[in-house]
């Protein structure tokens, strides 16, 4: 696997992208982390009516737009712009306050020390308009504070990993609404150390035959994820999707995936610069959310086919290449091939064997439910790469059952506990190939009682019969006013002798059992 990540100037493409985005981004008081007005997708970007100097310290403007290598507490940054934009203020911003989901205040990522405020010039020329300008400076403070712990300017490295590749300067309205066209992007000298760590990429199966489904996701403990397009505001900006509202929560997909658009699949057989294709159609990469906690980072999933044309036998590198749209240098050479309108490539791949004949297995490969819920569970396994019908041969002896079409069922209720089973695939072509699958229970089984046998009789000694399920040992036994005796205890029946005393009430009573592990179950039984 090849990935540059070095620091690097961006093109002027991503410098647009980056920019255009910047408004959105940053918000105030309150307003939506996306304005009511965000331009749809598809629509060209505000014309700049702010520009930007260094006005005091280190720092480079890259564009116009692009403000890198500063230092808090040395540099100062002066906005210049036209007073018709109505510009009251400048504010330095993190860029979480574009992933919160809907429940996160996004003032808590501005750092409310280095506000500055708009004072008009009737001599200035320095802004887009040429006269009739105000000007803004913002001292970038040496230790960034804001009401969210979260907030850091430079962002840090797990930020960074995670699609978070700078702050932000903004001018706003009194109204506290951003100004289009009034966004600059902060990249910190420090931040020179600070690259966005390698994404990565695990298969599920590491053979099958053409035709057949890989199933993809991030490797196991990544601390590198798919950063080069984390965000979904610069995708609406870039016309790739329409604009999100912030999501209530990050747990149920956030703010969505990153557009298949900007990822391609390529397979690559040993020595060979001419890759074959996969669709990314079915590749998903979640954008980064915050929930105000937590920063959660874009994910991999989904599957993608062994092309119709690979040949057997050999084994290839697969890569999955996504567009970068940060300032950080992407690949512009193979594997992902040269940039796209300016863009470059990160990417991650895994080998996989093309084998004729062989059947992979696909998900499902495990499950849930609970020990109260067992005996009604089912899933229905899954191959490909088979020629037809496929047979599943179950081998060996367990508490799961698979029939020879692939559904998993439960022989009867489980206790708690984790329960596996295996076997083979076949298919009338004689293709072959493995399964397993477990079954994690949860809980316990709760005894029932079905029905009472027997019937008390005042002054006599009476034998009552409790016919049930899951009875988990000898329980005691108690009904007022008589004395009951446990005889005889299995999991589905429980022998009980009971002494009524000859003024014992004739009708229906409670009788009372008690497990030792504290289950309780009650029942009616009759007296003449």
Not at 432 to 443: D, P, Q
Request: aromatic residues 6%.
């Amino acid at each position: 696997m090849r990935l540059l990540s070095r620091r690097g100037r961006p093109g002027s493409r991503a410098v647009a992208v980056v920019a255009a985005a910047a408004s959105s981004l940053l918000v105030v008081a309150g307003v939506s982390a996306v304005p009511a007005g965000a331009a749809p997708a598809g629509r060209a970007t505000a014309a700049p009516v702010c520009s930007a100097a260094i006005s005091a310290g280190p720092g480079v403007i890259v564009n116009g737009t692009i403000i890198v290598g500063v230092v808090g507490g040395s540099t100062q940054v002066t906005l210049d712009c036209n007073q018709s934009s109505q510009a009251a203020l400048a504010v330095e911003a993190t860029l979480l306050a574009s992933l919160g989901a809907a429940n996160v205040v996004p003032t808590g990522e501005v750092d409310t020390s280095a506000l500055a405020q708009f004072t008009p010039s009737a001599t200035d020329t320095g802004c887009p308009a040429g006269s009739s300008c105000e000007t803004a400076t913002v001292a970038i403070p040496a230790t960034y504070s804001a009401s969210d712990p979260n907030a850091q300017c430079p962002p840090t490295q797990a930020q960074i990993n995670a699609g978070i590749f700078g702050c932000a300067i903004a001018a706003v309205t009194a109204q506290n609404t951003p100004v289009a066209g009034a966004e600059f992007l902060l990249q910190y000298a420090s931040q020179a150390l600070l690259t966005p760590a390698n994404p990565t990429v695990s298969a599920l199966q590491s053979t099958g035959a053409p035709g057949s489904t890989v199933n993809i996701s991030d490797a196991a403990g990544a601390s590198g994820y798919w950063w080069g397009d984390a965000i979904q505001l610069i995708q609406a900006n870039e016309g790739l999707a329409a604009p999100a509202t912030p999501p209530t929560s990050c747990a149920a997909g956030g703010y969505g995936n990153v557009p298949t658009a900007t990822l391609s699949v390529l397979w690559y057989a040993p020595a060979s610069t001419t890759p074959l294709l996969s669709s990314p159609s079915n590749v998903a990469i979640s954008n980064a959310c915050y929930t105000g906690k937590d920063l959660v980072p874009p994910a991999l999933s989904g599957t993608i086919t062994v092309p119709a044309t690979a040949a057997s036998g050999t084994t290839y590198e697969v890569y999955v290449c996504e567009l970068d749209f940060t300032p950080y240098a992407g690949s512009t050479t193979s594997p992902c091939g040269p940039a796209v309108n300016g863009l470059g490539w990160i990417s991650a791949s895994f080998p996989f064997t093309v084998k004729a004949g062989v059947i992979s297995q696909n998900l499902p490969m495990s499950g849930s439910t609970t020990a109260a819920s067992s005996s009604h569970f089912s899933a229905q396994l899954a191959t490909s790469g088979a020629s037809g019908a496929v047979t599943y041969t179950q081998s060996g002896s367990s508490k799961l059952n698979v029939s020879t079409t692939g559904l998993v069922t439960t022989k009867g209720p489980l206790n708690a506990g984790t329960y596996t089973v295996s076997g083979t695939t076949s298919d009338a072509a004689g293709d072959i190939g493995n399964f397993n699958f477990s079954l994690e229970v949860s809980g316990s089984l709760r005894p029932v009682v079905h029905r009472v046998t027997g019937t008390a009789v005042p002054g006599h000694l009476a034998v009552l019969t409790v016919l049930g399920a899951n009875f988990p040992g000898r329980p005691t036994a108690t009904t007022p006013g008589a004395r009951v005796t446990v005889v005889r205890v299995s999991k589905t029946r429980i022998v009980l002798r009971l002494v009524a005393p000859a003024r014992f009430a004739r009708g229906r009573h409670v009788m009372r059992l008690r497990f030792t592990g504290g289950e309780v179950v009650m029942f009616h039984f009759g007296t003449l």
